[in-house]
């Protein structure tokens, strides 16, 4: 059974750089049938998609996050890591890792299968 | 990019069925997924593609889809239903599947 789990300081500070790591068990995060996801859930409110990596590296980034995120995959390590920088009290969420099959031309569907248990960040002095 | 537009609440007795529904021009072109998320839990995908069920996801859930409009179906909808749904697709390029919508509050009366 495929599991996400996802690690990291709980507590950042304002204008520093939050580091998160997912790691992937029950199978190998270099199978070309799959992109690897973060997503974001603040207290109380919706789901929001931060960006994808596949193994090779390629990276998809939400287009209001960009500027400041960056995804990386380690194969050896079977784990895939999110750095989001200058955080305020708006990056404060629930960090969730998540897994969907790659998205085909071809095939309209998409969706994400296997999601870590989710891991929350406090952006504080 | 995209956005997908759910209500934010819906009611229905014990028993009955219910629908939500999710608006979005990325739906003309693609499946929206849905994703079951309960309180102090991690969401859990329960229909995507035309109408597929993960395994263990009960059948009384089911989703359709016309022109910009995906739906989720809960066909006797039971106590253990009460939660919030999210749909999710892809955006408008079809490149990445970062669009959710905002969420629907499930309350079982």
């Known amino acids: ?125 | 990019s995209s956005e997908l537009t759910q209500d934010p609440a819906v009611s229905v007795a014990l028993g009955q069925t219910v629908r939500i529904t999710c608006q979005g021009d990325s739906l003309r072109s693609y499946y929206a997924s849905w994703y079951q998320q309960k309180p102090g839990q991690a969401p859990v995908l329960v229909i995507y593609g035309k109408n597929n069920r993960p395994s263990g996801i009960p059948d009384r859930f089911s989703g359709s889809s016309s022109g910009n409009t995906a739906s989720l179906t809960i066909t006797g909808a039971q106590a253990e239903d009460e939660a919030d749904y999210y749909c999710n697709s892809r955006d408008s390029s079809g490149n990445h599947l970062g669009v959710f919508g905002g969420g629907t509050k499930l309350t079982v009366l």
């Open chain 1, 1 to 125: 059974q495929l599991q996400l789990q996802e690690s990291g300081p709980g507590l950042v500070k304002p204008s520093e750089t939050l580091s998160l790591t997912c790691t992937v068990s029950g199978g190998s995060i270099s199978s070309s049938s799959y992109y690897w996801g973060w997503i974001r859930q603040p207290p109380g409110k919706g789901l929001e998609w931060i960006g994808s990596i596949y193994y090779s590296g390629s990276t998809y980034y939400n287009p209001s996050l960009k500027s400041r995120v960056t995804i990386s995959v380690d194969t050896s390590k079977n784990q895939f890591s999110l750095k989001l920088s200058s955080v305020t009290a708006a990056d404060t969420a629930v960090y969730y890792c998540a897994r969907h099959p790659t998205l085909y031309y071809y095939d309209s569907s998409g969706y994400y299968d296997y999601w870590g248990q989710g891991t929350l960040v406090t952006v504080s002095s």
